[in-house]
């Protein structure tokens, strides 16, 4: 057990239970921080839940909770986040909440969690970019644009970061095999995706003291696919 801890935003997803696991296999304190309720966590962890982290009133008393329980918060990770896919004639466009979802959540929570993150020897954020955003294919735009977003406030708030401890990457997943994925690609090769725990691993190693010499990054995990 070290004294380092972390939050995890959108830790009852596929993914956040990948990083929960791993965060407490390897030692860490771990809070939750969810927009769902009720959901129980292993023994240890702290659970906030009921979160709408698109309220930076609510981003800031959910990362007051974690300092409430832990007294300190050592790394931020953003993994809230949602997806559609979307041809840009839909009658219902989907870009402003693409982007409250990926940009805003990750924006709001990394202002209320900097002034931990800084008091913290080896502060860091990692957020969830996409391989997709890089070159979105059709039904991709109003999802890719937003993930855009999430990699230049990454590559930005490095930048202003540069003077303190934090350093602030992302990782750029492709297709997660995911159990939603498996059920709308029913004819696809899963073993060509990118397993939860093996992104959870790369996530993990961004918000360790390990990756002190990175920041400004953007990480492809991209399988084999």
């Given at each position: 057990?070290?004294?380092?801890?972390v939050?995890?935003?959108?830790g009852?997803?596929?993914?956040?239970?990948a990083?929960?696991?791993?965060?407490?296999?390897?030692?860490?304190?771990?809070?939750?921080?969810?927009?769902?309720?009720?959901?129980?966590?292993?023994?240890?962890?702290l659970?906030?839940?009921?979160?709408?982290?698109?309220?930076?009133?609510?981003?800031?008393?959910a990362i007051?909770?974690v300092i409430g329980?832990f007294?300190?918060?050592?790394?931020l990770?953003?993994?809230?986040?949602?997806?559609?896919w979307q041809?840009?004639?839909?009658?219902?466009?989907?870009?402003?909440r693409?982007?409250?979802?990926?940009?805003?959540t990750?924006?709001n929570a990394?202002r209320?969690?900097?002034?931990y993150?800084?008091?913290?020897?080896?502060?860091?954020?990692?957020?969830?970019?996409s391989?997709?955003?890089l070159?979105?294919g059709?039904?991709?735009?109003?999802?890719?644009?937003?993930?855009?977003?999430?990699?230049?406030?990454?590559?930005?708030l490095a930048?202003?970061?540069k003077?303190?401890?934090?350093?602030?990457?992302?990782?750029?997943p492709?297709i997660?095999?995911?159990p939603?994925?498996r059920?709308?690609?029913p004819?696809?090769?899963?073993a060509?995706?990118?397993?939860?725990?093996?992104?959870?691993?790369?996530?993990?190693?961004?918000?360790?003291?390990?990756?002190r010499?990175?920041?400004?990054?953007?990480?492809?995990?991209?399988?084999?696919v």
């Amino acid at each position: 057990m070290t004294d380092r801890v972390v939050a995890i935003t959108g830790g009852h997803g596929a993914l956040g239970r990948a990083v929960l696991q791993a965060a407490l296999a390897g030692g860490l304190k771990v809070a939750v921080i969810d927009h769902a309720r009720g959901r129980s966590a292993p023994d240890g962890v702290l659970e906030v839940g009921g979160v709408d982290l698109t309220d930076p009133a609510q981003a800031g008393h959910a990362i007051a909770a974690v300092i409430g329980r832990f007294g300190r918060l050592d790394a931020l990770l953003n993994i809230a986040g949602g997806f559609v896919w979307q041809t840009t004639d839909d009658a219902e466009p989907a870009w402003d909440r693409m982007h409250a979802l990926n940009v805003t959540t990750a924006l709001n929570a990394s202002r209320a969690a900097l002034p931990y993150l800084k008091a913290s020897d080896e502060g860091r954020i990692v957020n969830v970019g996409s391989a997709a955003a890089l070159k979105p294919g059709a039904g991709m735009g109003a999802y890719g644009a937003a993930k855009t977003g999430v990699h230049a406030l990454t590559q930005a708030l490095a930048e202003e970061l540069k003077a303190t401890s934090v350093t602030v990457n992302a990782v750029l997943p492709s297709i997660i095999d995911t159990p939603a994925n498996r059920k709308d690609m029913p004819d696809a090769d899963p073993a060509q995706w990118v397993a939860p725990a093996d992104l959870a691993a790369v996530i993990l190693f961004l918000a360790s003291p390990e990756s002190r010499a990175m920041t400004g990054a953007l990480v492809p995990v991209t399988g084999r696919v």
